[in-house]
């Protein structure tokens, strides 16, 4: 790596950085003055942003375009409210792209309800709503739910060109935008069929530091982050379902961390939402399908490949 790039916010956190690499040369393009130097073997391109990530994705944009970076540092002025945070800690996603709630965010939803199919997604219908809808192209939304699809993390360097990905592994997918009620302005609803034939739905939302909340699956109202061992079971709303699999995890060792009861109406459809400290057995999902009332179970372990 030759090139990187520096960009701050504000003039004040810029002015050391100025004044190491005064000796170099500077370039105006629009209203950012780019300065150029050599420092310790690398080529550094540095400039002041602006505040705000628009202004950020903008410079950014400039400095790939115009100098070629390889790599690009944001530096500036930070505080914490939190003791466990000391200098050189680094908080945030390691990601690909310019947008931790609109790359990585969207990444995220993608690669988790790949996770919930349990299979390799083969078609994808993709419902873009708010922000997601009108910014998304240009911070690439659309192709990070698609990588995620794909199931590519936020950092996969492949992940700009998930759309050529998906070609070639027989993945087709149909981009919409559209409304979705009372949703967060960074929510998609994706649509997926996997190999063997299964479906899921999924509505996923973006809050932020490339992390997500998953608000819907197949029409039920759920909240879980996708943080934890998962396991989703859709059964009858009947006595005696929630007893069995609480029991089954616990004679698996398997701790609970969260649980989430939801359903339809009374003596309906439900669904648990279970978020665990530990692996999730597959054994332990084909035992609980196999029970009177339980529908289906779907589960994702966080380092599981799928």
């Not at 505080?79 to 690909?96: E, T």
């Not at 739905?201 to 932020?208: D, K, Y």
Request: with cysteine.
């Amino acid at each position: 790596m030759k090139k990187i790039g520096i960009i701050c916010a504000m003039d004040n956190e810029f002015a050391l950085i100025k004044q190491t690499l005064a000796h170099g040369r500077t370039a105006q393009i629009g209203r950012c003055t780019f300065y150029c130097a050599e420092y310790a073997g690398k080529d550094i391109i540095a400039a002041t942003g602006g505040i705000g990530k628009v202004n950020a994705a903008a410079c950014a944009q400039m400095m790939i375009s115009n100098f070629g970076v390889e790599c690009i540092v944001f530096s500036g002025v930070a505080g914490a409210l939190s003791d466990k945070l000391h200098i050189f800690d680094i908080i945030g996603p390691v990601m690909i792209g310019p947008s931790s709630s609109h790359t990585a965010g969207a990444a995220k939803i993608g690669y988790v309800t790949r996770k919930l199919l349990g299979e390799r997604p083969v078609q994808a219908e993709i419902l873009l709503h708010g922000s997601f809808s009108a910014t998304g192209s240009g911070h690439g939304t659309d192709r990070a739910i698609v990588a995620g699809l794909l199931g590519y993390k936020p950092d996969d360097e492949r992940l700009p060109n998930s759309f050529a990905e998906a070609e070639k592994v027989g993945l087709s997918f149909q981009l919409t935008h559209g409304v979705i009620r009372n949703a967060h302005p960074n929510t998609a609803k994706i649509h997926a069929i996997g190999e063997n034939g299964n479906e899921l739905e999924v509505v996923g939302a973006s809050i932020g530091g490339g992390r997500i909340k998953i608000c819907e699956i197949d029409g039920i109202c759920t909240n879980f982050s996708g943080e934890y061992n998962t396991i989703i079971v859709h059964n009858m709303d009947t006595p005696g379902h929630v007893a069995q699999v609480t029991t089954t995890l616990a004679q698996k060792n398997v701790n609970i961390a969260t649980m989430q009861l939801y359903r339809n109406t009374q003596g309906g459809y439900a669904v648990m939402i279970i978020e665990c400290d530990d692996i999730i057995p597959k054994n332990t999902l084909e035992w609980l399908q196999d029970l009177d009332g339980i529908i289906k179970v779907t589960s994702y372990n966080v380092e599981e490949e799928v």
